[in-house]
């Protein structure tokens, strides 16, 4: 294997595969994406997440290890209210507890990533869970929006 | 309104106790006072951080405020913002691809190679200017959940100086 990822990076796509895998057992035509912008160019539902902010924290006094909590966003771009509210509940249902940590590495060309487990992420708190108003909105991913965010911690 | 029953158990005085209480109560109160203030501070630093194109007038930063309420504090007066920044709810949330219009970049020769999505322009309705045919949404800045996030991680670190545990 070639270049190993780093930790933030390693939260982000563990929480994006864990939540796509989980997304795809239960639901039909969902689409997991990892940019905004990527969610205007598919059709809806779209559910896209990503790792937004990170708080870096010394482990304790005196220590040299941090001990980071991670932002995580998920906009959820629902077909119709009743599907947004299903679909938000559906995900924190699934975010209640942990999820596995995996170290990505991927080879020299880019073609394969490979996860390798290495311990859980854990979900510390949820910040936001509400409908995004879009009182003029147009595109029809700006319809039925929902926002999660919350915090998640490496253990 | 809470009601407590104070039995002193070490023999000092009962109203000696009580004093010890209204004081820390009146130090969290004014510590909240203070956090309040400097959480207006992180929401607009946040802004500044988040904003991409740039020069920003800083209009909506200027008018994220921290003000007493009944209940206590609160940041960002949403009536102050429906005047003086109406678009602070969409630059927090994003998602609406901007109206076609006319209008003109920082340079003189209209906007420049390489620089999309970094440059701001200005609104004229002159037809004289360069037509501005927007094709994505914006980006929210989720100014206000990052803040939220930011209240999370110091909230619980922020009375530790306090000692509330000892009353």
């Known amino acids: ?102 170290n990505y590495a991927h080879n020299s060309g880019r073609t394969d990533i490979v996860g390798t487990p290495d311990g859980k992420v854990n979900m510390a708190t949820v910040t936001y869970n509400r409908k995004v108003e ?3 909105a147009v595109a029809s991913q700006d319809k039925f929006r929902h926002l999660i965010t919350f915090l998640v911690r490496k253990f | 309104m809470i009601t407590m029953t104070i039995t002193p158990l070490d023999g000092k005085n009962k109203d000696c106790h009580i004093k010890n209480i209204k004081d820390e109560v009146d130090q969290v109160k004014s510590k909240l006072v203070s956090f309040g203030f400097e959480v207006a ?17 800083g209009n909506l930063a200027k008018n994220i405020t921290a003000e007493r309420t009944i209940t206590g504090m609160g940041v960002g007066n949403v009536s102050r913002l429906n005047s003086n920044a109406p678009y602070w709810k969409v630059v927090n949330d994003g998602g609406v691809i901007p109206p076609k219009t006319w209008g003109y ?13 970094t440059e701001r322009w200005t609104v004229t309705g002159d037809t004289k200017d360069w037509y501005i045919d927007p094709q994505k949404p914006m980006t929210p800045m989720y100014y206000i959940e990052h803040t939220v996030n930011w209240i999370h991680i110091n909230f619980p670190t922020y009375f530790t100086n306090k000692k509330i545990t000892q009353i």
């Open chain 1, 1 to 102: 294997m070639g270049n190993y990822f780093r930790r933030t990076r390693n939260i982000e796509l563990s929480t994006i595969e864990y939540l796509q895998r989980m997304i795809g057992n239960s639901w039909s035509g969902v689409t997991v994406v990892k940019s905004f912008l990527q969610a205007y160019a598919e059709e809806v539902p779209v559910v896209c997440i990503r790792l937004d902010e990170t708080f870096n924290g010394k482990l304790e006094i005196g220590s040299t290890t941090y001990s980071n909590t991670y932002a995580i966003v998920i906009d959820i771009f629902a077909k119709s209210d009743a599907q947004r509210l299903d679909l938000s509940d559906f995900i924190m249902d699934q975010i209640k507890g942990t999820w596995t940590y995996c």
């Open chain 1, 134 to 136: 879009i009182f003029d």
């Open chain 2, 41 to 57: 501070s992180v929401m607009r630093n946040n802004i500044a951080a988040l904003t991409k194109r740039k020069p920003s007038s």
């Open chain 2, 105 to 117: 970049f920082p340079g003189p020769s209209g906007p420049v190679t390489g620089h999309s999505g």
